[in-house]
C-alpha cells in the first residue's frame, strides 16, 4: 500500500488501509484516515489531519506553511472532515495564530486542478471548486458552495450556502446563501434556481426566495428595509437563513 519511494516520517499517523504513491512525502503530525488514497509525487505536512477517503492526485501541497509574511513558524493547522477529492496541483495552508490557527475543511468537497486555498479559511460541506480557483486567507465557504473556473476571492469574504459564482468571477465582498453571482467586479446575476430544485427546495421555499431575492435586489429598497419587508411576509426557515446571510456581512454584500 506504500509505495517503496514515498518518505513517511515515523511520527505520522496513517490508517493501516491508506495508500501512498511514488515519491510522495508525509511529514510528522499528519493523520490520514481509513481508506485514503495519496497518489504520487503530493507533499503532506503537519499538524494536518485528513478524514477517512481522501483523495489526493499528484502534484497536491497539503498542510504547507502558509504565504502571510507573518507566520513565524507556529504549530498551526490544517484539518479536513471524510470524502474530499483533491486534483493535480491543488494547495491548501494551514492557518495563523493571529486568526484561527486553523484551516477547516468539511466533508465531500471537491478542489479541482490548481485550486488554492490560503491560512485560515472555512469551507463546509458538498462545495465545488472549478480548476484554478483562488481563496486568499481567512474566506469562508458556506455547504454547496459553487466556484467556476478562475474565479478569486478576497480575503475575510463569506460566500453563502448553495450560492453559485461563475467562472473568472473576482469576489471582493460578501455573497448571500442562495444567488448567483458573475464578473469583475461580480454582481448578482440572481437567484441560484437550478441549485435549488436539484437539491429539493420545495416550490414554496424557491418562491419565497425569489420574492425576497427582488427585494434586495430589485425594488430600490435599502437592505434594511429589504430585510423588514421579507420578514414580515414569510416565515420561513430559508428564508430567515438567507436574511441572516446578509445582516452577517462585514465586507457589505454584493449588488
Same mark, same amino acid.
Given at each position: 500500500?506504500?509505495? $517503496?519511494? =514515498?518518505?513517511?516520517?515515523?511520527?505520522?499517523?496513517?490508517?493501516?488501509?491508506?495508500?501512498?504513491? $511514488?515519491?510522495?512525502?508525509?511529514?510528522?503530525?499528519?493523520?490520514?484516515?481509513?481508506?485514503?488514497?495519496?497518489?504520487?509525487?503530493?507533499?503532506?505536512?503537519?499538524?494536518?489531519? @485528513?478524514?477517512?477517503?481522501?483523495?489526493?492526485?499528484?502534484? #497536491?501541497?497539503?498542510?504547507?506553511?502558509?504565504?502571510?509574511?507573518?507566520?513565524?513558524?507556529? $504549530?498551526?493547522? +490544517?484539518?479536513?472532515?471524510?470524502?474530499?477529492?483533491?486534483?493535480?496541483?491543488?494547495?491548501?495552508?494551514?492557518?495563523?495564530?493571529? /486568526?484561527?490557527?486553523?484551516?477547516?475543511?468539511?466533508?465531500?468537497? +471537491?478542489?479541482? =486542478?490548481?485550486? *488554492?486555498?490560503?491560512? /485560515?479559511?472555512?469551507?463546509?460541506?458538498?462545495?465545488?471548486?472549478?480548476?484554478?480557483?483562488?481563496?486568499?486567507? *481567512?474566506?469562508? @465557504?458556506? /455547504? *454547496?458552495?459553487?466556484?467556476?473556473?478562475?474565479?478569486?476571492? *478576497?480575503?475575510?469574504?463569506?460566500?453563502?450556502?448553495?450560492?453559485?459564482?461563475?467562472?473568472?468571477?473576482?469576489?471582493?465582498?460578501?455573497?448571500?446563501? !442562495?444567488?448567483?453571482?458573475?464578473?469583475? $467586479?461580480?454582481?448578482?446575476?440572481?437567484?441560484?434556481?437550478?441549485?435549488?430544485? %436539484?437539491?429539493?427546495?420545495?416550490?414554496?421555499?424557491?418562491?419565497?426566495?425569489?420574492?425576497? !431575492?427582488?427585494?434586495? !435586489?430589485?425594488?430600490? @429598497?435599502?437592505?434594511?428595509?429589504?430585510?423588514?419587508?421579507?420578514?414580515?411576509?414569510?416565515? +420561513?426557515?430559508?428564508?430567515?437563513?438567507? #436574511?441572516?446571510?446578509?445582516? %452577517?456581512?462585514?465586507?457589505?454584500?454584493?449588488?
Amino acid at each position: 500500500m506504500i509505495h $517503496p519511494t =514515498a518518505l513517511i516520517d515515523p511520527a505520522a499517523q496513517l490508517a493501516d488501509d491508506v495508500e501512498v504513491g $511514488p515519491f510522495s512525502v508525509i511529514g510528522p503530525d499528519v493523520t490520514i484516515g481509513e481508506g485514503s488514497i495519496i497518489g504520487p509525487h503530493v507533499v503532506v505536512k503537519g499538524p494536518t489531519v @485528513l478524514g477517512k477517503r481522501t483523495r489526493i492526485f499528484q502534484f #497536491a501541497s497539503v498542510g504547507e506553511d502558509c504565504q502571510d509574511k507573518k507566520y513565524a513558524g507556529e $504549530p498551526t493547522r +490544517l484539518v479536513m472532515g471524510d470524502d474530499n477529492v483533491v486534483r493535480e496541483g491543488v494547495t491548501l495552508h494551514r492557518g495563523t495564530v493571529q /486568526d484561527r490557527s486553523e484551516t477547516t475543511i468539511g466533508s465531500r468537497n +471537491l478542489f479541482m =486542478a490548481y485550486v *488554492h486555498v490560503g491560512h /485560515d479559511c472555512v469551507i463546509g460541506n458538498d462545495c465545488i471548486l472549478a480548476n484554478q480557483v483562488t481563496l486568499a486567507g *481567512h474566506v469562508t @465557504l458556506g /455547504d *454547496h458552495a459553487i466556484l467556476g473556473g478562475l474565479s478569486a476571492v *478576497h480575503q475575510f469574504c463569506h460566500f453563502g450556502e448553495h450560492a453559485m459564482a461563475g467562472g473568472g468571477s473576482i469576489i471582493t465582498k460578501d455573497t448571500p446563501a !442562495y444567488i448567483m453571482i458573475n464578473g469583475n $467586479p461580480a454582481e448578482a446575476r440572481g437567484l441560484n434556481l437550478v441549485g435549488l430544485k %436539484r437539491r429539493g427546495f420545495s416550490r414554496e421555499a424557491i418562491n419565497a426566495l425569489s420574492a425576497s !431575492y427582488k427585494m434586495v !435586489y430589485r425594488q430600490g @429598497l435599502t437592505v434594511e428595509q429589504a430585510l423588514e419587508e421579507m420578514r414580515t411576509r414569510f416565515d +420561513l426557515d430559508e428564508v430567515a437563513h438567507f #436574511a441572516a446571510s446578509i445582516e %452577517r456581512s462585514t465586507r457589505g454584500i454584493i449588488r
